[in-house]
Each structure stands twice: as C-alpha cells, then as structure tokens.
T-cell receptor, first 118, second 113 residues
C-alpha cells in the first residue's frame, strides 16, 4: 500500500521569504500523480500544484514550485515570496495512475501547518 | 455552479444518536468520496462511489453507511454515533477520465459527546 509522510507538523517563515515543505512517499508503482493541497481556516481544500511521475520537469505555478525526486520518492513544495495569505495547512497527496487506480482515491500526508510572520 | 455542497456544516450529536450527512454536486461527476480528517492525520477514505447505485468501502468504513441513489448525491450515515467519530468530514467528487480535478466540499464538523 502507498503511504505519504510529511515530517514537519509546523513551519514558520518571515513574510517575503522562501520556505520549503517536505513530503516523502512510498510506492512500488512507476506511474502516479502527486499533489499539494492548501487548506486555509475556511477548511476548503485548494489544489496548489500537481506533478505527474513520468514527467522529469518539476511543476511550477507562479510562486509555488516542487522539487520532485522520483528515485528518492521525495516531493517538496517551495513557496517563494511568502505572503500572509499563504498561511494554511498544506497537504501532500498521492494518486495511482491507470491502470492501477481502481477507485482514483487520494492518499494523504498528515499535513504541515505553515505560519507566516509579518 | 455550486460545485460540491455539504450539509450540515456543523453538528453536535449525543452518543448513540444517528444522522445523515448530505453531499451534493452539480458537475455530473461519476466518482464521489467521503473522507474524514482528524488532527495530526491526513484525510482517510471512508466510502466511495464510482457511479449511481454503487458504493464501496474505503480505509475506515466501520460505523458508517453510504448511499448513492442519485448521481448528484452521496449520503453518509452514522447509525449509532460514537465519540471516536468526532471529526471533520469531507466530500469530494471527480469526473471519470480526468487525471486531476477533484472538487471538495467545505466540510462538516461533527462532534459526538
């Protein structure tokens, strides 16, 4: 079974600085998808960025980028120029790719609480 | 479009009471999921459905039942609530064939006393 581990329960960063959130996963599959979700106090789950395992290029979305190390099974999220609105819980999630994903469910890490210091 | 709507948003139950959480989506998605979120843990799958009239167990199904009589609705039932079921419950939906595109509801905070 696949597992996702986020070893940092809480991280803090000064506004405008850069922070990296860690995520490791365990799988025997060769093709899969990885996601970072943001959950602000409103509880809404917001997709931040996604990565397909067969793509070597790291995904980037504006100030958010990932460092995907497939051999090391690592998928870290870098947030540049941190803003107060970035304060939230961040979850790393894994999903099998076809034909392995019989139900398309997401496997989640425990989350990292990101605090932005003004 | 409303996306995924969960009702109620908050609820307090006494041990042994029953209740039903409703998830409704207006995107014609085939797949629907119920997750629970507990402090210090990621979301865990309770039950899911791959289409109208079909349901299946997830990782933590005990104490819950589900039904999907209509494609747009996915109901989660607690027949006899226990304090261990105190949690935040999330519903999500997804269109068949899409790689991404999970849509989440805003959650239901349930407290069982």
């Amino acid at each position: 079974a696949q597992t996702v581990t986020q070893s940092q329960p809480e991280m803090s960063v000064q506004e405008a600085e850069t922070v990296t959130l860690s995520c490791t996963y365990d799988t025997s599959e060769s093709d899969y998808y990885l996601f970072w979700y943001k959950q602000p106090p409103s509880r809404q789950m917001i997709l931040v960025i996604r990565q397909e395992a067969y793509k070597q290029q790291n995904a980037t979305e504006n100030r958010f980028s990932v460092n995907f190390q497939k051999a090391a099974k690592s998928f870290s999220l870098k947030i540049s120029d941190s803003q107060l609105g970035d304060a939230a819980m961040y979850f790393c999630a894994y999903r099998s790719a076809p034909p392995g994903d019989s139900n398309y469910q997401l496997i989640w890490g425990a989350g990292t609480k990101l605090i932005i210091k003004p | 479009n409303a996306g995924v709507t969960q009702t109620p948003k908050f609820r307090v139950l006494k041990t042994g009471q029953s209740m039903t959480l409703l998830c409704a989506q207006d995107m014609n998605h085939e797949y629907m999921y119920w997750y629970r979120q507990d402090p210090g843990m990621g979301l865990r799958l309770i039950h899911y459905s791959v289409g109208e009239g079909t349901t299946a167990k997830g990782e933590v199904p005990d104490g819950y039942n589900v039904s999907r009589l209509k494609k747009q609705n996915f109901l989660l039932g607690l027949e006899s609530a226990a304090p261990s079921q105190t949690s935040v419950y999330f519903c999500a939906s997804r269109r068949q064939g899409m790689k991404y595109g999970y849509t989440f509801g805003s959650g239901t905070r349930l407290t069982v006393v």
